[in-house]
């Protein structure tokens, strides 16, 4: 009784495992080729055809024998029905296996309060939120993280979302931590004080005080000055 327990149970993980497999195939396969992606196509015992391609900024790859072709837009299965149609003019049963082996198509912005704000590939089929940061260095110590904005461009106008980002970073409430989309921009703010001491600190530099000390004295002098002159 006990030994069809464990074969019971470990079917079932098998079958678990077999799903979550599954799962990450049909994933992986929703991935949109783009310009600048790297993929290696494999064709079965021809190594000629087979190697590693970089889309161009055209959307395209060129292949021996089969001269350029669109991929833009295009998932990897996608792609392998279109090589087989075409190789198999030439190569009878075409096996075709494609990996993408760079995600640089898609990108996210992290600009504001953070160590090195710019523009981020993807770099895999998504992105979360704490990931982009770490890339861009971290926050500052300045960075006000509970209010931090994901903008995500829209057709009508744009969709803003508002992250408690130190929540993520340091809290380890990982479920907060969302997936970005290409093209979002992450936006972190800086805090109100230490804003507010920017904005006084520059108020009371010497130079502002001297720009400030010499418009009193023109408004004082300067009329009268001048008149005095003519």
């Known amino acids: ?26 994933e992986g396969s929703s991935y949109l080729l783009g310009q600048e992606d790297i993929i290696r196509i494999v ?14 900024p055209a959307g395209n790859i ?23 149609e075409k190789l198999s ?29 710019g523009k981020y590939s993807i770099g895999g089929e998504y992105i979360t939120i704490r990931e982009a940061v770490l890339k861009a260095g971290l926050p500052t110590k300045d960075a006000d993280l509970k209010r931090v904005k994901v903008i995500t461009p829209g057709k009508l106008q744009p969709v803003t979302k508002i992250i408690n980002l130190h929540k993520i970073l340091y809290k380890g409430e990982m479920e907060k931590d969302i997936k970005l989309d290409s093209g979002d921009v992450v936006y972190i703010p800086m805090a109100l004080i230490p804003r507010i001491t920017d904005t006084m600190g520059r108020i009371s530099s010497p130079f502002i005080q001297y720009l400030s000390l010499e418009n009193l004295l023109d408004r004082m002098f300067g009329n009268g000055n001048s008149n005095s002159t003519k």
Request: charged share 20%.
């Open 1 to 26: 009784m006990m030994k069809l327990q464990k074969m019971i149970i470990l079917g079932w993980i098998l079958f678990s495992l077999g799903l979550s497999n599954l799962s990450f195939a049909q």
């Open 43 to 56: 064709v079965w015992d021809n190594p000629e055809i087979s190697g590693e391609f970089k889309v161009d």
């Open 62 to 84: 060129t292949m021996v024998m089969l001269g350029e072709i669109r991929v833009e837009g295009l998932t990897t299965i996608e792609l392998e029905k279109i090589l087989y």
């Open 89 to 117: 003019k030439y190569i009878e049963d075409p096996k075709i296996t494609i990996t993408i082996i760079g995600y640089f198509s898609k990108k996210v912005y992290i600009v504001g309060q953070v160590m090195q704000p």
